[in-house]
């Protein structure tokens, strides 16, 4: 038996069939990250239940966003598969119908799980022969099991979370066909965010308890990656990864003699543990992707208390972590009732006085599953279910004091501020060795640009 495990187009990594056509053409002058340069790998939950299934049966990894379209354009008319099995964010949704419809109208039957199947299950069975929704290291066997038995179900469900302690290694040689194109490697060593933000999907499918891996797991995936990649950058796919404060510093101390550069995602409260910072900054973590979201309080906690309750210690607990020698990516998302245009301004002034080490920002998004997304069609004001502007740029619902395209503007205005190769050099400088140790060890070599931004506003 073969299974197609396909990852569709659509997950925002910037080629020419996906978001960044929408954008690249107004930014391209003020770009110092090419596309080239752009964070590039690989479809982790693809690969972590390929991993649960038997050795007896053949598996092909297939990830449309590093097909040339010329193979983009024939795989689809294969027919050496007996399942095509295919993960959905909600920005895939709309490419993996469409593959799914044409894999189904030559007989091949299809399997569709993922975050978005996941929210939307009577969308997706209308593309599919069979839905798995929640986390699939269990119910993807069981339904392969059933599948090979000829008594397959049309729709299985996570019951219970999984236990992550008795997963094998994710299948990372599955990857050998694109390896060169990554520049990233993920891991993911944890599940599960108590913070329960409403515009987040991640505790609806992990669910709020945070559950993690051994030591030795995480450990042991990492040395496969180093046996097939010469100093690999890797990025932690978990959503929060020091929740369990325990857990982390066991794990970070193990990483220090692997000597490895990497990425991973917390909230701010790690400044408040400089036992923590310090092991962070020997075992070669570059930076800290952390979730700021906004500089407004009120905006904050009617999502979220705790978060609200954060705002007033950002600066400081931003220093507090640099000067420790870890660079702080802060996330930031716009388009809450509260923002107005002065948003943009005041997160670019927020991230120069403050030195951060590098930033995203992002329009708020209602994905479907989510409370944020129940509030706002209640309210009527979804304005699309065009899953292909489920992005982190576009706007798909009306918010209170801007329009649409003027939050876009404001976007792409911070997006050419921030990027500008001068920006980022100074805004870097009192930690410039962790700067350099980053991008050498990613072989990016980024080039300086003529500068020719304007406020749009």
């Known amino acids: 038996m073969k299974i197609a495990l396909v990852s569709p187009l659509g997950a925002e990594r910037f080629f020419e069939f996906g978001l960044f056509e929408d954008i690249e053409s107004r930014l391209h002058r003020h770009l110092c990250f090419l596309m080239e340069e752009m964070e590039w790998m690989p479809n982790l939950g693809l690969l972590s239940i390929a991993a649960c299934l038997p050795g007896d049966i053949e598996i092909e990894y297939i990830d449309e966003e590093y097909l040339s379209p010329e193979e983009r354009a024939a795989f689809p008319d294969r027919a050496d598969f007996d399942l095509v099995a ?66 397959p179900k049309n729709i299985y469900r996570s019951e219970k979370m999984v236990d992550l302690t008795v997963l094998p290694p994710p299948r990372f040689d599955l990857m050998k066909p694109y390896i060169d194109k990554f520049n990233r490697y993920p891991v993911q060593a944890t599940r599960g965010c108590p913070r329960r933000c409403d515009f987040c999907f991640i505790h609806e499918l992990y669910g709020p308890i945070h559950r993690h891996k051994t030591v030795e797991q995480v450990i042991n995936e990492i040395k ?187 976007l792409l205005w911070l997006f050419r501020e921030m990027t500008d190769i001068e920006v980022l050099k100074r805004r870097t400088g009192h930690f410039h060795e962790v700067f350099k140790r980053h991008f050498k060890k990613l072989g990016i070599a980024p080039k300086k640009v003529e500068h020719k931004a304007g406020l749009p506003f």
Not at 328 to 349: A, Q
Not at 401 to 407: F, G, L
């Open 224 to 410: 496969i990656i180093k046996e097939m990649v010469d100093d690999p950058f890797i990025s932690f796919a978990d959503e929060n990864m020091f929740i369990n404060r325990k857990f982390g510093k066991e794990l970070i101390r193990e990483l220090i003699p692997l000597n490895i550069v990497w990425e991973g995602y917390c909230d701010i409260s790690i400044a408040r543990d400089p036992e923590l910072l310090d092991l962070l900054r020997k075992s070669g973590c570059a930076t800290m992707l952390i979730g700021l979201e906004s500089l407004d309080a009120e905006s904050l906690s009617s999502l979220n208390i705790w978060k609200g309750k954060q705002v007033e210690n950002y600066r400081e607990s931003v220093k507090t972590i640099q000067d420790h020698g870890i660079g702080v990516t802060g996330l930031f998302i716009v388009g809450f009732d509260g923002d107005d245009h002065s948003v943009f301004r005041r997160i670019k002034k927020f991230a120069d006085e403050t030195q951060l080490f590098d930033i995203e920002v992002s329009s708020l998004c209602p994905f479907p599953g989510t409370k944020f997304w129940d509030r706002m069609e209640s309210e009527g004001r979804i304005l699309t279910r065009n899953w292909d502007r489920f992005t982190w740029i576009h706007v798909n619902f009306r918010t209170s004091k801007m329009t649409p395209d003027e939050v876009l503007e404001g």
């Open 86 to 151: 295919m993960s959905l964010i909600n920005a895939q949704a709309s490419r993996g119908y469409e593959l799914a419809d044409l894999f189904r109208s030559r007989g091949i039957p299809v399997a569709l799980g993922g975050i978005h199947p996941t929210a939307c299950p009577e969308e997706a069975l209308q593309h599919a022969d069979y839905i798995l929704l929640g986390e699939g290291e269990e119910i993807f066997p069981q339904f392969v099991n059933d599948f090979i038995s000829g008594l």
